[in-house]
């Protein structure tokens, strides 16, 4: 049909020519004849301000202007005959409601439909209007209507509409989508009783990267970033970015803290990789926190609150860890939240104090120099020693005061000692950054009135992120003063040589944890240590490892060339006065002893927990756990293969068999290996559903920590009887 046939099919079906005329008043201008009519009706198609479309009774389409199948890029010869519903789609996902079927089969009027080709769904959008059409007895003939390009105007509110939900950086959901969807996930799966995680991820180090690289180089680290995640995780899951280096993950359906674990271990490993920017190369970290629906929240501000406190704790763990929620975490948190804003009172009072660990040079078994580890002498909380008082000062504000309190401390207490031996001290990387740091080396030397070659400051390649020229100037300056330089934790992130070769340090110490696993796996890592050694050789530097525990590690080291060595095998860190009578006669010699390591590593565990056998739950205490196994003590007459539910508390059952027994102990032996909980201990890969105790009648909510209140009947009489003194100490 013509837009002529159109026009005429407008008046039922006559033709121009046999048309009665109508009055001004139906709408024709004086004296416009209805070819000067339909003249300016091809004008207006062709100038592509008003096409026109119209179909027959059965939703064919009989018309179409020439211009909106060229937008459309598809030929009008294939378009004209075919169902309308077949020739186009709904634009958008929120539009589909607004079926043009269901508008054409009832007869109705519609205007303002987006709609788009189905054979081109990336291609052209228009907006159509249709009117039904009867002709002079009242039947319906179709539809008559007009149509509109749109596309600019249509991508230009799906962009605004998506930046309202999505991050304009990374492309993630933003946090106000994200709180809509675990709203959603949260109400949907409460009703269907599924499980569902949340990961809460901030990012170490990111800061740094920003104040030294720029805001440019932060945005493109967070693109990089954003990327790896989405590779990281191979489910299906929603990702989204909060703010600044803030991300979270939805996981649905999984509640295994094994997998879980394995998640955000995968997740750590990838984002601490090196990144490639405009503004040079960077290694960054990210520490992870995880809750889980509904055993750690019911509601969408639990979970979260609790994915929160569970990253805190993690960051607190000494970062690049990842931690579950448990009860007792909202209480260490505020714990540690009062010591971080104790720091101040700790300087200004004195509470601060330096123990000093051994470095042994390899050859001579002689210390060479101490490493000062800063402790606090709390007035409340006692003794804070320097593993968790590094836990504390990561990240705050005090970083750089106490830094600067500890160099001027170590030159103090090393200038008592014998002058062969040295004293280390790590620098924080925000004090070696400060403008007067060389400055204050130098007055901490001359108050203490030690020669410079005895102070080796330890200094992270990460200040080498930093501004290049202040970087090279502040190390050409402390090797113009004479102080000893380290690159400390080499192997743990990018590992330039550029660093080497621009810095003038006389020590590389290999990073903990690549000596860690060389011991654990013996091959390709002790190569790399041996390559570390060889290279350090080559450049006349020393090397030295740190965390040695084992005979058979320390002999690899040594063979490997490493020269100075440090660890729990040789002593643990002592206070500054014992280091000062060791050294009374001028030199202090160290045996390795492994069985020293036993020793000062060995922790004892004894608390109360319950095992649950026929319906009665007993309490005893736990000795020891591992994976696969736990000693129990408390309980008499028990003989072996008795089965037990042991009860970990917060809603951690295992079920267990007494595989040995003597007395009031026993050897239990677990159903299911339990994992790792990220902070060093054990934990059950899943724990009994709340949704479990609601069918069984109790209100659905997280569990609280402690003894589990289920399906133990506490009344019944018990089989087994109690030891004279349970849960006491033998042995």
């Given at each position: 049909?013509?837009?002529?046939?159109?026009?005429?099919?407008?008046?039922?079906?006559?033709?121009?020519?046999?048309?009665?005329?109508?009055?001004?008043?139906?709408?024709?201008?004086?004296?416009?004849?209805?070819?000067?009519?339909?003249?300016?009706?091809?004008?207006?198609?062709?100038?592509?301000?008003?096409?026109?479309?119209?179909?027959?009774?059965h939703?064919?389409?009989?018309?179409?202007?020439?211009?909106?199948a060229?937008?459309?890029?598809?030929?009008?010869?294939?378009?004209?005959?075919?169902?309308?519903?077949?020739?186009?789609?709904?634009?958008?996902?929120?539009?589909?409601?607004?079926?043009?079927?269901?508008?054409?089969?009832?007869?109705?009027?519609?205007?303002?439909?987006?709609?788009?080709?189905?054979?081109?769904?990336?291609?052209?959008?228009?907006?159509?209007?249709?009117?039904?059409?009867?002709?002079?007895?009242?039947?319906?003939?179709?539809?008559?209507?007009?149509?509109?390009?749109?596309?600019?105007?249509?991508?230009?509110?799906?962009?605004?509409?998506?930046?309202?939900?999505?991050?304009?950086?990374?492309?993630?959901?933003?946090?106000?989508?994200?709180?809509?969807?675990?709203?959603?996930?949260?109400?949907?799966?409460?009703?269907?009783?599924?499980?569902?995680?949340?990961?809460?991820?901030?990012?170490?180090?990111?800061?740094?990267?920003?104040?030294?690289?720029?805001?440019?180089?932060?945005?493109?680290?967070?693109?990089?970033?954003?990327?790896?995640?989405?590779?990281?995780?191979?489910?299906?899951?929603?990702?989204?970015?909060?703010?600044?280096?803030?991300?979270?993950?939805?996981?649905?359906?999984?509640d295994?803290?094994?997998?879980?674990?394995?998640?955000?271990?995968?997740?750590?490993?990838?984002?601490?990789?090196?990144y490639?920017?405009?503004?040079?190369?960077?290694v960054?970290?990210?520490?992870?926190g995880?809750?889980?629906?509904?055993?750690?929240g019911?509601?969408?501000?639990?979970?979260?609150?609790?994915?929160?406190?569970?990253?805190?704790?993690a960051k607190?763990?000494?970062?690049?860890?990842?931690?579950?929620?448990?009860?007792?975490?909202?209480?260490?948190?505020i714990?540690?939240?009062?010591?971080?804003?104790?720091?101040?009172?700790?300087?200004?009072?004195?509470?601060?104090?330096?123990?000093f660990?051994?470095?042994?040079?390899?050859?001579?078994?002689?210390?060479?120099?101490?490493?000062?580890?800063?402790?606090?002498?709390?007035?409340?909380?006692?003794?804070?020693?320097?593993?968790?008082?590094?836990?504390?000062?990561?990240?705050?504000?005090?970083?750089a005061?106490?830094?600067?309190?500890?160099?001027?401390?170590?030159?103090?207490?090393?200038?008592?000692?014998?002058?062969?031996?040295?004293?280390?001290?790590?620098?924080?990387?925000?004090?070696?950054?400060?403008?007067?740091?060389?400055?204050?080396?130098?007055?901490?030397?001359?108050?203490?009135?030690?020669?410079?070659?005895?102070?080796?400051?330890?200094?992270?390649?990460?200040?080498?992120?930093?501004?290049?020229?202040?970087?090279?100037?502040?190390?050409?300056?402390?090797?113009?003063?004479?102080?000893?330089?380290?690159?400390?934790?080499?192997?743990?992130?990018?590992?330039?040589?550029?660093?080497?070769?621009?810095?003038?340090?006389?020590?590389?110490?290999?990073?903990?944890?690549?000596?860690?696993?060389?011991?654990?796996?013996?091959?390709?890592?002790?190569?790399?240590?041996?390559?570390?050694?060889?290279?350090?050789?080559?450049?006349?530097?020393?090397?030295?490892?740190?965390?040695i525990?084992?005979?058979?590690?320390?002999?690899?080291?040594?063979?490997?060339?490493?020269?100075?060595?440090?660890?729990?095998?040789?002593?643990?860190?002592?206070?500054?006065?014992?280091a000062?009578a060791?050294?009374?006669?001028?030199t202090?010699?160290?045996?390795?002893?492994?069985?020293?390591?036993?020793?000062?590593?060995?922790?004892?565990?004894?608390?109360?927990?319950?095992?649950?056998?026929?319906?009665?739950?007993?309490?005893v205490?736990?000795?020891?756990?591992?994976?696969?196994?736990?000693?129990?003590?408390?309980?008499?007459n028990?003989?072996?293969?008795?089965?037990?539910?042991?009860?970990?508390?917060?809603?951690?059952?295992?079920?267990?068999?007494?595989?040995?027994?003597?007395?009031?102990?026993?050897?239990?032996?677990?159903?299911?290996?339990?994992?790792?909980?990220?902070?060093?201990?054990?934990?059950?890969?899943?724990?009994?559903?709340?949704?479990?105790?609601?069918?069984?009648?109790?209100?659905?909510?997280?569990?609280?920590p402690?003894?589990?209140?289920?399906?133990?009947?506490?009344?019944?009489?018990?089989?087994?009887?109690?030891?004279?003194?349970?849960?006491?100490?033998?042995?």
């Open positions: 049909m013509s837009l002529k046939g159109l026009l005429s099919s407008r008046h039922g079906g006559a033709s121009p020519a046999r048309a009665q005329p109508r009055p001004a008043s139906a709408g024709a201008a004086p004296g416009m004849s209805d070819g000067e009519r339909l003249a300016m009706l091809d004008e207006l198609e062709q100038s592509g301000l008003g096409w026109f479309w119209a179909s027959d009774a939703g064919h389409l009989t018309y179409l202007s020439p211009t909106i060229a937008r459309l890029d598809l030929a009008l010869g294939d378009l004209i005959g075919k169902p309308l519903t077949t020739i186009f789609a709904a634009a958008d996902r929120e539009e589909r409601g607004k079926s043009l079927a269901l508008m054409l089969g009832a007869h109705r009027a519609f205007s303002g439909m987006s709609l788009r080709a189905s054979q081109r769904p990336e291609g052209a959008v228009l907006r159509l209007a249709g009117q039904p059409v009867k002709d002079a007895q009242g039947n319906f003939i179709g539809f008559r209507g007009t149509g509109a390009d749109i596309t600019e105007e249509f991508y230009r509110e799906a962009e605004t509409a998506r930046l309202a939900r999505f991050d304009s950086l990374t492309g993630l959901s933003n946090r106000h989508r994200m709180a809509q969807h675990i709203d959603a996930t949260l109400t949907a799966f409460r009703q269907a009783k599924r499980n569902c995680a949340l990961m809460m991820l901030d990012l170490d180090r990111f800061k740094h990267v920003n104040d030294t690289l720029g805001h440019a180089a932060g945005d493109e680290l967070l693109k990089q970033v954003a990327a790896r995640l989405g590779r990281a995780i191979d489910r299906e899951c929603e990702i989204g970015r909060l703010g600044g280096d803030e991300f979270q993950v939805l996981l649905p359906d999984i295994d803290r094994g997998v879980l674990g394995d998640i955000a271990m995968k997740i750590i490993t990838m984002l601490r990789q090196p490639s920017l405009d503004e040079g190369r960077c960054i970290g990210a520490s992870v995880i809750a889980i629906a509904p055993h750690d019911v509601s969408r501000e639990d979970l979260v609150r609790a994915a929160d406190l569970a990253l805190y704790a607190n763990g000494g970062r690049g860890q990842f931690r579950f929620f448990s009860g007792e975490l909202e209480n260490e948190t714990f540690r939240r009062r010591l971080e804003q104790d720091l101040g009172t700790a300087l200004r009072d004195d509470q601060l104090f330096l123990r660990e051994p470095i042994v040079e390899a050859g001579a078994g002689t210390v060479a120099s101490l490493e000062a580890h800063v402790c606090w002498n709390h007035a409340d909380r006692g003794i804070i020693d320097e593993e968790e008082f590094v836990q504390i000062i990561e990240g705050s504000a005090m970083q005061d106490v830094g600067r309190w500890a160099i001027a401390e170590a030159c103090a207490r090393a200038a008592q000692w014998p002058g062969t031996v040295r004293v280390a001290v790590n620098v924080p990387v925000a004090l070696f950054l400060a403008d007067d740091f060389v400055a204050l080396v130098a007055g901490a030397l001359e108050e203490a009135g030690l020669a410079p070659t005895r102070l080796e400051l330890e200094i992270s390649e990460a200040v080498f992120f930093g501004d290049t020229s202040v970087v090279d100037r502040t190390l050409a300056a402390l090797f113009k003063l004479g102080v000893r330089l380290t690159l400390d934790e080499f192997g743990s992130g990018y590992s330039s040589l550029a660093y080497l070769r621009r810095a003038p340090f006389d020590a590389i110490k290999i990073d903990p944890k690549l000596v860690a696993e060389a011991e654990r796996h013996d091959s390709r890592e002790m190569g790399l240590v041996r390559a570390i050694a060889a290279l350090a050789g080559a450049l006349q530097m020393d090397t030295m490892a740190g965390g525990e084992s005979a058979a590690l320390l002999a690899a080291l040594t063979t490997s060339g490493v020269r100075y060595l440090e660890g729990p095998i040789f002593c643990e860190p002592v206070d500054a006065e014992i000062l060791e050294m009374a006669g001028g202090w010699k160290i045996d390795p002893n492994a069985e020293r390591t036993v020793r000062a590593r060995r922790r004892t565990v004894f608390r109360k927990i319950q095992v649950i056998h026929d319906d009665y739950a007993y309490e205490t736990l000795r020891n756990l591992s994976r696969t196994g736990a000693l129990i003590e408390g309980l008499a028990v003989p072996k293969g008795t089965q037990f539910v042991v009860d970990l508390g917060g809603g951690q059952l295992a079920v267990a068999t007494v595989t040995r027994t003597n007395g009031d102990v026993q050897g239990l032996e677990f159903e299911q290996s339990l994992v790792e909980d990220g902070a060093g201990g054990l934990c059950t890969r899943n724990r009994v559903s709340p949704y479990a105790l609601a069918a069984a009648g109790t209100p659905v909510a997280p569990l609280a402690g003894k589990f209140a289920g399906f133990a009947n506490i009344g019944a009489i018990p089989k087994f009887g109690y030891a004279a003194s349970p849960g006491a100490e033998i042995g």
